[in-house]
């Protein structure tokens, strides 16, 4: 059975319906699990954050592609979306001011996003995207 | 300069004063890194949780005990906890009611916490412990 690579409709409002925080999960070149939240936002079928290109995240994904991302309702009866896929790492100036401002204004709001847009859209940041290869959405587990 | 690795009060504090889910990050043994959510609480010095001995988590701790443990707080202005550390699996069927039974009324309210925790001590089920390497805790970082 092929893997589902596609993130559905109900799971795509669940990613986008609050701004919830993504976790993600990377691996550091001594074998070691490394965590962190983030912000994010969709485009297409591709999960898309901002990040420095000296951080731990940055330097784990140059390592290896391989990432966990989950995002969940931490409240009864508790949801979640788990997504692996593969990260790209992708230097693109022009972008990244408009991806910053984006990400900004979804988990800041809109009257802050510019400026925080700004505050995060300095030298050295990158844009991330992971293209998923394997999604696990569970609605209500605890129903 | 040492790591940290004693839970601070103030980060005690933000661990457990709401029912915020954990995020755990382990390692499977093909090397690609895996994320769920969980229910947990502290003991001391070490995050406690239940899953199940054949779960990914339980697998992926066999294989490589280092773990990594996030818990946030998705609001602005944002504070996270991310906590590396060791992880080990107890087969103790004697404690697991008790665990699980905390763990759900936590979770989902004392009035639930028989009926879930009862639920969630099944056999098979173990008490997983994370021992501290290092902390990091950053609280209100969007301000």
């Not at 847009?117 to 940041?125: I, L, M």
Request: aromatic fraction near 8%; proline fraction near 5%.
């Amino acid at each position: 059975m092929p893997e589902n690579t596609q993130i559905s409709a109900e799971c795509r409002k669940f990613l986008l319906e609050e701004a919830r925080t993504g976790k993600l999960a990377t691996v550091r070149a001594d074998g070691r699990p490394h965590i962190a939240p983030i912000w994010f936002d969709l485009e297409g079928n591709t999960i898309v954050f901002n990040t420095g290109t000296d951080s731990v995240k940055a330097r784990n994904i140059r390592h290896d592609k391989r990432v966990s991302f989950c995002v969940d309702d931490e409240k009864p009866p508790f949801s979640f979306a788990i997504i692996d896929g593969t990260a790209e790492l992708v230097d693109d100036q022009e972008h990244l001011l408009a991806w910053a401002t984006r990400l900004a204004g979804r988990y800041m709001g809109q009257a802050r996003a510019a400026e925080y847009g700004k505050r995060n859209a300095v030298p050295g940041e990158l844009i991330v995207r992971i293209t998923p290869t394997k999604i696990r959405f569970a609605k209500d587990i605890a129903n």
